[in-house]
């Protein structure tokens, strides 16, 4: 069956929820808010403060709270392309990991590759890239590689003919999948435009001291078109005008046969919501997810690892339990794949599957999973299925989790659990005032909220708060309700 997706982004002056759907099932969910901007990509002039050897990297100063970790042995990505992918690569065998060597107090052009998470800093690279919509650009490679996912020889041959032609000797390239079909002319503008980028990048780090910002990513609805409105995306729904003015912009410039694609939502009811995603979103804060055969899967996550298991929900006592238990668990392994996605859990992940006899059914549902992640972005390595059921897979982690951003450490249980956050409910609360605009000018809203949450806003949120009420000529003021739940609230409405 083909696979339908389509883009729904719900934005406003503090946040933007981006939601991918596939055949109207919600697969993947983003979130980028002013205090808490996803750091990968950019590109810092860093101070290395000291370098461990144990730990075969360095710790570099790049002007955050904690210092950026530096592996002095890597496999960039670039050479990570294995086979054909990357011209001029050496013939059979793994790539070959690089070494650098530095000294404290040396300056050095880093990039984020991992956000700061928990306790850890952000993890960092030496090998410089630039992303465009259908190049990446190497400043410090030569080859040229071409996505795993265009299939076609031909057209493989195609576009690196193509870049050959205007690909400078001293820089790389990876053609990504959304080039395949486009033309020479397309390909040769955004490396001209890459290509500046850069020199404008090299002449920053040349003027400042470190540490420094030199580059960031653009603003997220570019962003996101760049890296995700891909060809086989029937339609993008935007609910914010200036994001979608932002967006159309670039799809103008870049692919203005996709602008048709492109969707201004003007309906009472909140975009999300009209599109299913706000009731798929609280199962994100659910343990145990039910599956249609009576069956289900829990999660577990832990900064170790992410455990998953699989029940059948009812007696495997029938003629054929083998076939029962294969049918769970290929239900299981389809949610099990969406719920990696949508939680975009990451690192060692283990997966407890109901245990089969036939290991040609177990190939099966390990064949299952590995067909339902094929349309992951994140690179994922799975083991076998050990006799006891147990799948090990680790997957990559860029950025912290949809649990850690959204949620905090239960004030309950003290750390045994998770809850959504305070800052999380807090946004919650401004989207649902935001709905009833309409019938709330003129009139005092009170909101009604469990003693944490009110002294969240009432301190941490207060300016936040204050300057929301004042974008949208609201009075708005707090009170305790010591029957609500530490995540609840409810609004009240008064002529003021």
């Known amino acids: 069956m083909k696979v339908k997706t389509k883009l729904v982004l719900s934005s406003n002056e503090w946040e933007t929820r981006v939601a991918v759907l596939e055949n109207d099932r919600l697969v993947e969910f983003y979130i980028e808010r002013e205090e808490q901007q996803n750091l990968v990509g ?64 040396e300056e050095i052009l880093v990039q984020v590759v991992k956000d700061p998470f928990a306790e850890k800093g952000a993890r960092l690279t030496s090998f410089i890239s630039v992303p465009g ?10 080859r040229i590689g071409v996505s795993r996912r265009i299939k076609e020889r031909h057209e493989r041959a195609r576009l690196r003919d193509a870049t050959r032609k205007f690909k400078s000797p001293h820089a790389g390239l990876i053609i990504r999948t959304v080039a395949e079909a486009a033309s020479a002319e397309e390909l040769a503008t955004e490396y001209r435009e890459l290509e500046r980028i850069w020199e404008g990048i090299r002449d920053k780090a ?31 729904i935007v609910d914010y005008e200036p994001r979608y003015r932002e967006i159309m912009e670039y799809v103008s410039r870049m692919a203005p046969q996709m602008k048709r ?21 609280e199962r994100i804060f659910q343990k145990r997810i039910w599956l249609k055969s009576g069956g289900f899967i829990t999660i577990d996550q832990t900064e170790a690892m992410v455990a998953i298991d699989v029940n059948t929900g009812r007696s495997a006592r029938e003629e054929d339990p083998e076939r029962l238990i294969l049918s769970t668990n290929l239900e299981a392994a389809a ?41 992951d972005r994140a690179k994922a390595d799975f083991s076998k299925m050990s006799r006891f059921g147990l799948l ?5 982690r860029t950025k912290p989790g949809m649990m850690y951003l959204m949620c905090e450490t239960c004030p309950t249980c003290k750390g045994s659990g998770r809850v959504r956050s305070r800052g999380e409910v807090a946004m919650k609360i401004e989207r649902t005032i935001i709905t009833k605009l309409a019938k709330l000018r003129g009139r005092r809203v009170r909101i009604l909220a469990a003693p944490s949450l009110t002294d969240f806003l009432t301190t941490e949120w207060y300016d936040r708060l204050s300057e929301f009420a004042r974008r949208y000529e609201l009075s708005i003021d707090v009170k ?17």
């Open 42 to 105: 950019r590109i810092y002039k860093g101070r290395v403060e000291n370098v461990v050897k144990g730990l075969r990297g360095a710790f570099v100063n790049i002007g955050l709270r904690k210092n950026g970790f530096l592996p002095l042995v890597e496999i960039p990505e670039f050479d990570a392309l294995e086979g054909d992918e990357a011209e001029g690569a050496a013939s059979g065998g793994k790539p070959e990991p690089r070494t650098i060597t530095l000294r404290e107090g």
């Open 335 to 375: 949610e099990i794949a969406r719920q990696i996605r949508l939680r975009d859990l990451a690192g060692l992940i283990i997966i407890d599957f109901i245990d089969m006899e036939d290991t040609r059914n177990t190939e099966k549902v390990v064949a299952e999973l590995r067909a339902q992640l094929a349309n």
């Open 261 to 281: 694609r492109v969707e201004l939502y003007q309906g009472d009811v909140p975009l999300l919501e009209h599109a299913g995603v706000e009731a798929e979103l």
């Open 206 to 236: 040349e003027k400042l001291k470190s540490p420094a910002l030199i580059y960031e990513e653009p603003a997220i609805g570019v962003k996101l078109v760049r890296d995700l409105f891909t060809p086989g995306v029937e339609k993008m």
């Open 480 to 496: 305790t309700d010591y029957q609500l739940q530490p995540t609840d609230f409810k609004l009240l409405t008064e002529t003021v």
């Open 392 to 396: 090990e897979m680790t997957r990559e």
């Open 133 to 142: 919509r259908y190049l990446v650009y190497f400043p410090n490679a030569q």
